[in-house]
């Protein structure tokens, strides 16, 4: 075992922009990268491991070599690999979304619901998103407002600035916002229900789907349950969030932090800035911006030494 750099797969939705190439040397030929799948098992965009024995497979296929043991207790308990880690860029406004608990999708689209949580890596002066309703409105009333295009009226709109977290359950209605950059750490799932999408067309000319009929079936109605913008700090690091699907922290390193992959999880490590080494099972390797290791549970004990931030993630 070894910790493993992971080669992203990318994402040219139409609301994307170009800072993951110009910013964060992320390299693709599409003209637009809207999102980096930094850490994925997921079909729809693997990562690939860039490293070591087992480089030039995907992620999934390195997992199936080493045995369930790579993902820990914890993780071995899911039938799929759990997380996906992803960066956001935002230039222009995502649509209205939400995405279904993991009973309904299970049954429904065959995979995880989306339990997810943002952490604003940065963002344009004014920037919001929308998490949640401003009050309860009723089942009729989310049908009218769809209907009539003022859905936005009854959102809870949230100006944020750089380092605000969100923790968004599923049944959650939300929307990232314009000119947002954003490290999401969520459920393994690919499962979204859009119900506006600001009149926008695609590539094919037409409107983008909507999901108007499943999102009446998953969403809750009420303002979000959790608090947002808060971070609290646990055991000398800044927890942005924790359940059952995933425990999330941010390293503020300036000289030396200490972690372990032990065998409840896997550890997954994503650089958002400065200038780091990690060190680990006898290897040193280096960290920048936008880099995302793979390390699997059992390992032993991790160092990140230098001065930057990074974003720590687990079952």
């Given at each position: 075992?070894?910790?493993?750099?992971?080669?992203?797969?990318?994402?040219?939705?139409?609301?994307?922009?170009?800072?993951?190439?110009?910013?964060?040397?992320?390299?693709?030929?599409?003209?637009?990268?809207?999102?980096a799948w930094v850490l994925s098992c997921h079909k729809d965009g693997p990562s690939v491991v860039e490293n070591g024995e087992y480089a030039g497979l995907t992620l999934e296929e390195a997992i199936?070599?080493?045995?369930?043991?790579?993902?820990?207790?914890?993780?071995?308990?899911?039938?799929?690999?759990?997380?996906?880690?992803?960066?956001?860029?935002?230039?222009?406004?995502?649509?209205?979304?939400?995405?279904?608990?993991?009973?309904?999708?299970?049954?429904?689209?065959?995979?995880?619901?989306?339990?997810?949580?943002?952490?604003?890596?940065?963002?344009?002066?004014?920037?919001?998103?929308?998490?949640?309703?401003?009050?309860?409105?009723?089942?009729?009333?989310?049908?009218?407002?769809?209907?009539?295009?003022?859905?936005?009226?009854?959102?809870?709109?949230?100006?944020?600035?750089?380092?605000?977290?969100?923790?968004?359950e599923s049944g959650t209605i939300h929307a990232i916002g314009a000119g947002l950059l954003i490290a999401e750490i969520q459920q393994n799932s690919n499962t979204t229900y859009r119900v506006y999408?600001?009149?926008?067309?695609?590539?094919?000319?037409?409107?983008?789907?909507?999901?108007?009929?499943?999102?009446?079936?998953?969403?809750?109605?009420?303002?979000?349950?959790?608090?947002?913008?808060?971070?609290?700090?646990?055991?000398?690091?800044?927890?942005?969030?924790?359940?059952?699907?995933?425990?999330?922290?941010?390293?503020?390193?300036?000289?030396?932090?200490?972690?372990?992959?032990?065998?409840?999880?896997?550890?997954?490590?994503?650089?958002?800035?400065?200038?780091?080494?990690?060190?680990?099972?006898?290897?040193?390797?280096?960290?920048?911006?936008?880099?995302?290791?793979?390390?699997?549970?059992?390992?032993?004990?991790?160092?990140?030494?230098?001065?930057?931030?990074?974003?720590?993630?687990?079952?």
């Open positions: 075992m070894y910790p493993m750099k992971l080669k992203a797969a990318f994402k040219d939705y139409l609301w994307g922009g170009t800072r993951l190439r110009t910013e964060y040397h992320m390299q693709s030929d599409l003209a637009k990268l809207a999102e199936e070599k080493m045995g369930r043991e790579a993902l820990g207790a914890k993780g071995s308990q899911f039938a799929f690999f759990p997380i996906l880690i992803k960066l956001i860029d935002a230039k222009d406004n995502l649509s209205i979304q939400v995405h279904p608990s993991d009973e309904y999708a299970l049954q429904v689209e065959g995979e995880y619901g989306k339990t997810e949580m943002w952490y604003v890596v940065d963002c344009d002066p004014g920037s919001f998103l929308y998490y949640g309703f401003n009050r309860e409105v009723t089942p009729d009333e989310f049908a009218a407002r769809i209907a009539d295009n003022t859905l936005l009226e009854v959102l809870n709109k949230v100006e944020v600035k750089k380092g605000d977290c969100f923790f968004i999408d600001y009149g926008r067309v695609g590539a094919d000319g037409k409107p983008r789907q909507l999901h108007v009929e499943k999102a009446k079936e998953v969403t809750q109605l009420c303002p979000p349950k959790a608090a947002y913008g808060q971070v609290q700090a646990v055991d000398g690091k800044a927890r942005l969030a924790s359940c059952k699907y995933f425990t999330v922290d941010k390293l503020d390193v300036d000289g030396e932090s200490c972690l372990a992959a032990d065998g409840e999880s896997f550890l997954s490590l994503l650089c958002l800035e400065g200038d780091l080494t990690l060190e680990a099972a006898g290897q040193t390797l280096e960290m920048r911006p936008s880099d995302s290791f793979f390390l699997p549970a059992g390992m032993g004990e991790v160092r990140v030494k230098g001065k930057g931030t990074v974003i720590a993630s687990r079952v």
